[in-house]
């Protein structure tokens, strides 16, 4: 089993930054890759960006490529997600993933375990 706790969620004005933070335990070594996920109020729950276990390979959703910066540190077992230039649209709370069977997911039914979330709330 893998447990995952986000952490770094919080208020933040539109055009700022914030870094989400994951931290992973249990049996680590059994992963092959890990997520970021977000879900709004009234909608269903999206991808945002994934990598492999060597941080090799990323992946973005069109709506944060270019904003969003995804992470890991695996001495440290912890997944990141950079966040810049915000907007009110990226308001949700962020779960964080890891994949036991994948070596990039990018779908939900793909990833094995997932964080409890964390609130991030972008002011216009």
């Known amino acids: 089993q893998v447990q995952l706790v986000e952490s770094g969620g919080g208020l933040v004005q539109a055009g700022g930054s914030l870094r989400v933070s994951c931290l992973a335990s249990?049996?680590?070594?059994?992963?092959?890759?890990m997520g970021w996920f977000r879900q709004a109020p009234g909608k269903e729950r999206e991808f945002v960006s994934a990598?492999?276990?060597?941080?090799?390979?990323?992946h973005y959703s069109d709506s944060v490529k270019g904003r969003f910066t995804i992470s890991r540190d695996n001495a440290k077992n912890t997944l990141y997600l950079q966040m810049n230039s915000l907007k009110s649209e990226d308001t949700a709370i962020y779960y964080c993933?890891?994949?036991?069977?994948?070596?990039?997911?990018?779908?939900?039914?793909?990833?094995?375990?997932w964080g409890q979330g964390t609130q991030v709330t972008v002011s216009s």
């Open positions: 249990g049996r680590t070594g059994s992963l092959y890759s």
């Open positions: 990598i492999t276990y060597d941080g090799g390979r990323t």
């Open positions: 993933a890891a994949s036991a069977r994948n070596l990039m997911a990018i779908a939900t039914i793909d990833y094995d375990y």
